[in-house]
């Protein structure tokens, strides 16, 4: 794994906390690429057949399949090492963090005080979704929602450090991939578009939205999100690095921005941890604050049409294993007629997919994406869809 990029609140392991996080990574390398492709192996020359035997036909859908999966054994072992190594991972990092939550939060506190390039504005009174308040995604402690102590930074910090761990990298050394990505895509299909403002819906630890300032450095870059422990982590991580951007606390669902005022509404990685509502909401309020001409682009999970019911079961894991309740649903959503829904014009909304967030961070990926049952953690294509107003 290579080495993250060190910044002024990213948390520092000991010798001792670094090889248990390594130990971990190489166990859930393993689970990815040995234990989890095995599944494969029992569902084709054992449970397909058994299937066809007692139903007379082909498996109809992903549900059916899971149902059949989920008894046999080797399914159960798989699944469960593959979760467990999950949760050992954020353990990993957790502890590392909260061994020096103290300094971090006063780094941060230092970080943010005194003249900044950038500000940061919370929000007391803010009413949490549900959705991320219920729930701690992709099993991360807490998850975005948790604000342990006063000026806390843990949900920020473990993200930071963890999705790293996760991702090999992959995301790049300052985990702005998915920001270089959508700042490539913006260059690709908008380049007409000189834009002055740019919104991130969904900033989490910021390394995406500062991504997007440096490739659009006149630009005005907003992140917004529900977290206030991200936040205050993402806007003093913003400042360590010398980039400029303004984050809030805003539920995108509905944002304070005036209408018509921003020429890109960017969101990579963030709606398949919403609901269905909220998905058409905060399209809705995409199109209020895009000026005329100005693009909606959404970096997301690839959808489920053209997939087999049985790639559709491998894709599906997240849903029932890894505390990604929306995870099914908005593989199966029809983003185009949302967004025609909310206004954009049909002819103006589109999807694509786009090469990997490795790839446009130039980082090589150390498994084959196809050989991974599971998330490819950026090594695979990026797909998106796009809507112009």
Known sequence: MPLQFEHGVLPKPTADEEARQEFVFSMAQHSMTQIMPGIVSVYEKQVLPEFKENEKREPATRHEIRRSMQRHPYYQLASSFQRSTQ??????????????LSDLITKAEQLSGGETLGNLTLDPEFEMPRYIRDNDHHVM???????????DITAGALYDRGAY???????GEKMDGVGKSAAQ??????????????IDFGSGMGGP????KEAFPEAEVCGIDVSAAELRYSHARAESLGVAVHFSQQNAERTNFEDGSVDVVVS??????????????????AYRILKSGGAL????????????????????WDTLNNNEPFWST???MDMVAICSKAGFKPEGVFTSMEQSVASTNAVEANADPDDIVGSDRGGGDFWYFSARK
């Open 185 to 198: 895509f913006i260059r690709k299909y908008y380049p007409d578009i000189a834009p002055q403002k740019i």
């Open 297 to 316: 682009v959404v970096g997301e999970q690839p959808p489920f049409e053209g997939k087999s019911p049985f790639e559709q079961f491998l894709a599906d």
């Open 268 to 285: 990579v990685t963030t709606f398949h941890e919403t609901s269905r509502a909220a998905v058409e909401n905060i399209i809705r309020d």
């Open 209 to 212: 939205t500062c991504a997007l």
């Open 165 to 171: 761990i996760f991702t090999d990298g992959l995301f």
């Open 141 to 151: 402690p807490g998850g975005y929602a948790a604000d342990l102590r006063t000026g």
């Open 87 to 100: 949760e050992l991972l954020w353990d990993s990092v957790d502890e590392s963090v909260q061994r020096q």
């Open 330 to 332: 908005i593989h199966e």
